[in-house]
């Protein structure tokens, strides 16, 4: 249902690296479409670790993953980058005009000339409950995210996990739903501690409750998930009835669509034939931070920055053949200055 984009340059992963290759395409006047699958930018830095500090950003003596996010999302400011988030890119494909089909899981499809990977450690995907048949009720009566919240009024939830996702959703649902049961497998959270306190007060008040176990099996009537079996820290299985049930274990990366697109893999990389430009295997392709491989690499932030700043240079001569391209320096060229805004 959205409208076909046609693009210059399309960069998969919105991580730290992602980001800065905005910023390389805008100097050398190129725009771009920034897609990701997690709903915000920053990818490890904001996924993994956004209120620990960052040492190693050469002139930045000490930033959060946060702050080093917000920063770049700043740099990058004066280019209007388009971002699409929520969405994994599933295809890209070379066309017979030598431009590349790329599509996202939402449907978006984009024609492009040129294409940035920089999706670091693959794309983050929530971790699943591994339970014989539970994956035919995925997105009926199984979610491992909340899209609609208000689907889950008057229903019987159970809710799995215990960091801040699982709490939270427990919190936010309790008295919409009809009964709230948080199932965890030990009474330790790795959530706010202000959100376990507000859980155990309404457990205290019978307005939630918390068990201890584990998922081991399910029972289904006339095609639906009814009952779960829940093994408590006792090896007792017991039976849990319920409507709908939230999983939020967390999110692990995977490489996932991006090994079906022709492109050189040395364990779970992507190989660059060379450091001249970073591009990959396949011309017009380009792979930047932590998702590629080279001899030297090291996967680290500014090894990335370095990296985005050639393979612009070097995806500009496609996306303007015509055109000879210098560099300059953003302190004294005129260009830069009216590119940047700063005039
Ligand atoms: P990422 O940050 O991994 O971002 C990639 C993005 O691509 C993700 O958001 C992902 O969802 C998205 N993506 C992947 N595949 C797809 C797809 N098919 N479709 C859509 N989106 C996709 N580095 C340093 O330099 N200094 C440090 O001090 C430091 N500390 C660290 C501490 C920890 C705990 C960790 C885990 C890492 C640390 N690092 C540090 C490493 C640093 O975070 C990474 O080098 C950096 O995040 C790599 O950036 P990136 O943009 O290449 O990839």
Redesign the pocket.
Same mark, same amino acid.
């Given at each position: 249902t959205s409208k076909l984009i046609e693009a210059d340059a399309v960069i %998969? =992963?919105?991580?730290? #690296?992602?980001l800065f290759q905005v910023f390389e395409l805008g100097l050398l006047e190129i725009k771009a479409h920034v %897609?990701? +699958? &997690?709903p915000v930018v920053g =990818? *490890?830095?904001v996924? &993994?670790?956004p209120d !620990?500090p $960052?040492? @190693?950003i050469p002139a930045v003596p000490v930033c959060t993953g946060q702050e080093l996010t917000d920063n770049l999302l700043k740099q990058i400011e004066p280019f209007s980058p388009t971002f699409h988030l929520n *969405?994994? #890119?599933t295809l890209v494909q070379r066309r017979e005009d030598g431009r590349f089909d790329l599509e996202t899981s939402l449907g978006q499809k984009f024609i492009t000339k040129t294409i940035f990977i920089?999706?670091? #450690? =693959? +794309?983050?995907q929530p971790r699943t409950l591994k339970v014989e048949g539970i994956e035919a009720f995925e997105g009926s009566q199984v979610f491992y995210r909340v899209k609609n919240p208000s689907q889950f009024e008057g229903k019987n939830l159970v809710i799995c996990g215990g960091g801040d996702s699982a709490l939270d959703w427990a919190l936010a649902l309790a008295g919409k739903a009809e009964s709230v049961v948080i199932l965890h497998r030990r009474d330790d959270f790795r959530a706010a501690p202000s959100s376990v306190a507000k859980m155990k007060e309404m457990c205290d008040n019978f307005e939630m409750q918390f068990i201890i176990g584990q998922v081991s099996g399910i029972e289904t009537k006339d095609d639906k998930l009814s009952e779960l079996k829940v093994t408590g820290a006792d090896g007792v299985t017991r039976r849990l009835p319920l409507d709908d049930l939230l999983v939020f274990f967390g999110l692990s990366?995977k490489l996932?669509? $991006?090994a079906d697109w022709g492109l050189d893999i040395e364990r779970k990389q992507l190989k660059v034939i060379s450091t001249e430009k970073f591009e990959t295997n396949v011309p017009g392709i380009f792979a #930047? =931070? @932590?998702?590629n491989t080279y001899p030297g690499k090291k !996967? &680290?932030? &500014?090894s990335?920055f370095h990296e985005a700043a050639l393979a612009a240079f070097g995806a500009a001569a496609y996306i303007f053949p015509e055109k000879k391209i210098h560099m300059q320096y953003t302190t004294t060229s005129p260009k830069l200055h009216k590119i940047l805004g700063v005039e």
């Open positions: %998969i =992963g919105a991580g730290p #690296v992602g %897609i990701d +699958s &997690l =990818g *490890q830095c996924e &993994l670790y !620990k $960052i040492y @190693d *969405q994994e #890119v920089a999706a670091g #450690v =693959g +794309s983050f990366p996932g669509p $991006i #930047v =931070g @932590d998702i !996967k &680290l932030i &500014l990335g």
